[in-house]
């Protein structure tokens, strides 16, 4: 069976060197609920979003967080979607910012680098609410 859109060549060998690296980091972050980070989401399969760089980041809003441990992110773009499985805010100096709903993640914390801001409290309560309108 063959693809319709042949994916790019990926590294999965980079990321799995540098996962190694993640998961024994001893000096875990604190963090919360409506926090932006840059967080090691790697190399992903097909079209699932993936990070960017040699360190595989992307910014992330903490959208839940359980315990100090493991929380729900939500990957952040700076592409240009519409619709209804993407949130648009502005973030950092007004720039343009989309939430992408449907790429919700359960994370740990180990793949959180640094802390680059929040989303307002306004944004935050509409994405939950957008969040929630695509549950069935």
């Not at 875990?28 to 190399?43: Q, T, Y």
């Not at 993936?50 to 939500?74: C, H, S, T, Y």
Request: with cysteine; hydrophobic share 40%; net charge positive.
């Amino acid at each position: 069976m063959q693809k319709e859109k042949i994916q790019q060549n990926k590294d999965f060998n980079k990321w799995n060197d540098k996962k190694i690296f993640i998961n024994q980091v001893k000096d875990l972050p604190f963090f919360h609920e409506r926090e932006i980070w840059f967080c090691s989401l790697g190399l992903n399969v097909g079209f699932e979003q993936d990070g960017n760089g040699i360190e595989f980041q992307r910014p992330v809003i903490i959208l839940k967080k359980f315990n100090n441990n493991i929380f729900w992110a939500l990957p952040i773009s700076k592409t240009k979607r519409r619709g209804k499985y993407y949130f648009v805010f502005n973030f950092e100096n007004d720039i343009e910012s989309v939430a992408i709903l449907s790429q919700i993640k359960l994370l740990d914390v180990h793949r959180l680098s640094r802390k680059i801001g929040d989303i307002s409290d306004f944004d935050y309560r509409s994405l939950i609410k957008k969040l929630k309108a695509l549950l069935p």
